[in-house]
């Protein structure tokens, strides 16, 4: 689902580079505040990789910013 959502949003014709990153870490941000002390280390996990998808997505619109946040989150 989430990669759908992902190519949903790179293939947007009218949205700008900087809109689609802006949007892309709207739902990375989503994705983390919907986890909970709650959470099980498997939804942790999951939310890792769907990040990690949402990064490597940003990279493809910009290497730069997109390296930034992928070096971030392996620290």
Not at 6 to 28: A, F, G, P, V
Not at 35 to 46: F, I, N, P, R, V
Request: with cysteine; glycine share 2%.
């Amino acid at each position: 689902m989430i990669n759908y959502l992902i190519e949903k949003i790179l293939n947007y014709k009218t949205y700008s580079i900087r809109r689609k990153i802006d949007s892309l870490l709207e739902m990375d941000a989503n994705i983390y505040c919907n986890l909970g002390q709650d959470s099980t280390k498997a939804e942790k996990l999951q939310a890792k990789k769907q990040s990690k998808s949402i990064y490597r997505a940003i990279q493809k619109l910009d290497k730069n910013t997109g390296d930034r946040f992928i070096n971030m989150m392996d620290k």
